[in-house]
């Protein structure tokens, strides 16, 4: 993948991390997207890429974010969208405010960075988008009616632009962890633990019984696939959407 550029959302840790350094690793120059820009200028430093800061809730800020981008970079060849939020609550106590937040993140953010780097993509005839949804975007899951309206609507999107672009050289796919080692697990455990007396030790335990493995996936596991949908070698692999969950979900 040496001289692909590739635009990794949610940069700063976890999956987006594992991503960045993978990408870099296979010669990627990558541009690193976050809240913040401080929150990932050290990571952007040490793997020759860009920093760029966006607030991924607010439509203008995205829309500063891409003219920035357009100006730094010839053209993105690689779009992965990685940034996301997760709300557990009962649809009850699931406000529009919430409900508009978790949209904006997971779905609107994507579906507008899919719309200004994709047209170049095919254009120049080579790219890869790969939207990092969740087995929420193929099952149902208690307590997180936002959460999964989102993810299945990111899968979805994911196979409408496939098709869009099919005979363009370019491919895209969505990536579905399960649980994964990272702040958001930690937070669900937490979580977890307040509402229902146990200690984390067992909160996290209910977590890593939902997979076969009896255990979370990693974020370098979840950054390996995505490195390989970016290959050459994975130009058939188109419009999927790829479980990586120890085989919670077997299709």
């Known amino acids: 993948m040496t001289a692909r550029t ?31 820009e401080a929150a990932i200028l050290a990571l952007a430093e040490e793997v020759g890429g860009l920093a760029v800061a966006a607030d991924l809730s607010d439509r203008a800020s995205i829309a500063e ?21 997760a709300i557990g609550a009962p649809i009850g106590r699931t406000d529009d405010a919430t409900f508009d937040r978790v949209m904006q993140i997971n779905v609107s953010a994507p579906y507008a960075l899919s719309r200004a780097f994709l047209p170049g993509m095919a254009e ?18 208690a307590y997180t009616s936002a959460y999964c309206t989102s993810k299945h609507a990111l899968v979805g999107m994911t196979r409408a632009l ?45 977590l890593e019984g939902m997979s076969p493995q009896g255990r979370l996936v990693t974020a370098d596991e979840v950054a390996a696939l995505v490195a390989m949908l970016c290959s050459e070698e994975a130009a058939a692999i188109h419009g999927q959407a790829i479980p990586v969950d120890g085989g919670t979900v077997m299709k």
């Open 6 to 36: 590739a635009l990794v959302t949610g940069a700063s840790r976890g999956i987006g991390e594992a991503i960045v350094r993978r990408l870099a690793a296979a010669g990627c120059r990558v541009v690193l997207l976050a809240r913040s």
């Open 124 to 141: 120049r005839g080579w790219g890869r988008v790969v939207n990092i949804a969740s087995l929420a975007g193929l099952t149902g899951q």
């Open 65 to 85: 974010a891409i003219a920035r981008i357009e100006g730094a970079v010839a053209g993105i060849d690689i779009l992965v969208n990685n940034a996301g939020i």
């Open 162 to 206: 496939a098709l869009e672009v099919a005979r363009a050289g370019v491919t895209v796919n969505a990536v579905c962890p399960g649980w994964v080692e990272t702040d958001m697990a930690a937070e669900a455990v937490a979580r977890i633990a307040r509402s229902t007396g146990r200690s984390l030790e067992a909160a996290k335990g209910s």
